[in-house]
Nanobody, 115 residues
Framework: QVQLVESGGGMVQAGGSLRLSCTAA????????MGWYRRAPGKSRELVAD???????NYAESVKGRFTISRDNAKNTVYLQMNSLKPEDTGVYYC?????????WGQGTQVTVSS
């Protein structure tokens, strides 16, 4: 299986920014749909954004205009730029790669937004 490792999480005040990175330590994400999901305390996991291999993107309504997902296949990495962060964005963010009916998940990185 593809091994995915997230980084870039941390603690930030409302209105601040963070950039998350997800790198495939093994395997290639070239043909994968890559996505970012998050799980807030006491809530179900939800899709934040995803990006197809060709660059088409999809965002949750709650993050449109604030978050940007991108990928660099040459670096085997997908990014999530998060601006204008809100306390409601707090949670564990997971990277996911999907292809041919299979899904691979990273270990998650904590994002905490304080008011």
């Amino acid at each position: 299986q593809v091994q995915l490792v997230e980084s870039g999480g941390g603690m930030v005040q409302a209105g601040g920014s963070l950039r998350l990175s997800c790198t495939a330590a093994s395997g290639s994400i070239f043909s994968y749909i890559m996505g970012w999901y998050r799980r807030a305390p006491g809530k179900s996991r939800e899709l934040v954004a995803d990006i197809e291999s060709g660059g088409n993107t999809n965002y949750a309504e709650s993050v449109k205009g604030r978050f940007t997902i991108s990928r660099d296949n040459a670096k085997n990495t997908v990014y999530l730029q998060m601006n204008s962060l809100k306390p409601e964005d707090t949670g564990v963010y997971y990277c996911k790669g999907s292809t041919w009916g299979l899904a691979y998940w990273g270990q998650g990185t904590q994002v905490t937004v304080s008011s």
